[in-house]
């Protein structure tokens, strides 16, 4: 590695726009993203799409950088990929800026870089564009970045205000582990059973559901706001109502622990490698098979239906026959977490 790079910190000099920055930029991103457009070393990279195409862009802050099952540069990655992948489009290009607090360890940095290639390879996406900026100390919490992504839609239709009242209710896995996880690493709890977040690309999974022709009216990733948020922008944007049964939802042991220390719900905690789907109840049972054979969603789960009864609600039933309205999530249970 250039003397230059291997030095301890980042300087403000990285982000000069002279020989230090040069060598950040050649030493460690370009080797870690190499590609022929990134190469090309352009202001702009061109690029080139057939039909319609999805564009998402996402900022992360998220604190601790490094926890249980992740890092921030994982997250960045497969955050954007999977805003991509929840409007059925296969991700193709990603754009990638630091923000870079003076100081920060450039062992960790290369971490997070190298983190970001390895969840890359996932999607098969590529990074084409990126920007660095390095500021003083104090003014960046150790690391920001942001990402933008585009991809090519392979199934078109699918929007919250798809909904109807002939759709059930599916989650791929387990919730709330994201929320905990970070929880976890901020408070030093230990648990006897390892707990990790849930981050991870979604696109293989959207993958298979598209080539097996399944009919997807809804699809949403349940991160900040968890499966409330994603629910309740259903109902509202599509006018329905979202029945959903408690016992059905699938929560680990962990999870409700923390939750119950903490006075949470698991509905409200963020996910980054969970989804929520809407499809037509003669598509459940072909949804599930694909998604348990295939993709490695042994949870994935119906946990309710969609009628016309109290438009615009979200209701969830208990295990004790009671039922109450599962509402938006309101304050911020855990800030900066994605």
């Given at each position: 590695m250039n003397q230059?790079?291997?030095?301890?910190v980042v300087q403000l000099s990285h982000g000069g726009g002279g020989k230090?920055?040069?060598?950040?930029?050649?030493?460690?991103?370009?080797?870690?993203?190499?590609?022929?457009?990134?190469?090309?070393?352009?202001?702009?990279?061109v690029l080139h799409?057939?039909?319609?195409?999805?564009?998402?862009?996402?900022?992360?802050?998220?604190?601790?950088?490094?926890?249980?099952?992740?890092?921030?540069?994982?997250?960045?990655i497969a955050g954007t990929v999977n805003d991509l992948a929840m409007m059925a489009a296969e991700p193709q290009y990603l754009s990638c800026s630091f923000i870079i607090e003076e100081g920060f360890e450039i062992a960790k940095l290369k971490t997070i870089v190298e983190s970001m290639a390895k969840e890359l390879k996932q999607s098969g996406a590529r990074i084409v564009c990126g920007d660095t900026k390095v500021v003083p100390r104090g003014c960046a919490d150790g690391l920001f970045i942001n990402t933008t992504g585009v991809g090519r839609i392979l199934?078109?239709?699918?929007?919250?205000?798809?909904?109807?009242?002939d759709d059930v209710i599916i989650v791929s896995r387990d919730i709330g582990r994201h929320g905990a996880a970070i929880l976890m690493a901020r408070e030093g709890l230990t648990l006897d059973s390892e707990l990790t977040s849930?981050?991870?690309?979604?696109?293989?999974?959207?993958?298979?559901?598209?080539?097996?022709?399944?009919?997807?009216?809804?699809?949403?990733?349940?991160?900040?706001?968890?499966?409330?948020?994603?629910?309740?922008?259903?109902?509202?944007?599509?006018?329905?109502?979202?029945?959903?049964?408690?016992?059905?939802?699938p929560v680990c042991d962990e999870v409700r622990g923390l939750c119950e220390l903490y006075g949470f719900e698991p509905f409200d905690l963020a996910n980054e490698g969970t989804f929520i789907?809407?499809?037509?109840?003669?598509?459940?049972?072909?949804?599930?098979?694909?998604?348990k054979r295939f993709c490695h969603c042994e949870?994935?789960?119906?946990?309710?239906?969609?009628?016309?009864?109290?438009?615009?609600?979200?209701?969830?039933?208990?295990?004790?026959?009671?039922?109450?309205?599962?509402?938006l999530p309101q304050g911020e249970l855990l800030p900066r977490i994605c």
């Open positions: 230059t790079i291997s030095k301890k230090e920055m040069n060598h950040l930029i050649k030493d460690l991103f370009f080797k870690a993203f190499d590609n022929p457009i990134l190469r090309s070393e352009e202001d702009a990279a799409f057939n039909g319609d195409v999805a564009f998402t862009t996402d900022s992360f802050t998220v604190a601790p950088l490094f926890f249980s099952g992740g890092d921030i540069g994982k997250l960045s199934q078109k239709g699918i929007s919250v205000k798809s909904v109807t009242d849930d981050c991870a690309t979604l696109w293989p999974i959207v993958e298979q559901l598209i080539a097996a022709n399944i009919e997807i009216h809804a699809m949403r990733d349940a991160t900040r706001g968890g499966l409330s948020a994603v629910l309740n922008e259903w109902a509202l944007a599509s006018d329905v109502e979202i029945n959903v049964h408690e016992e059905a939802i789907l809407a499809v037509p109840k003669k598509s459940a049972d072909a949804t599930l098979e694909i998604m949870q994935a789960a119906i946990i309710g239906d969609v009628n016309q009864n109290r438009k615009g609600k979200v209701i969830l039933n208990t295990p004790w026959g009671s039922t109450r309205y599962l509402d």
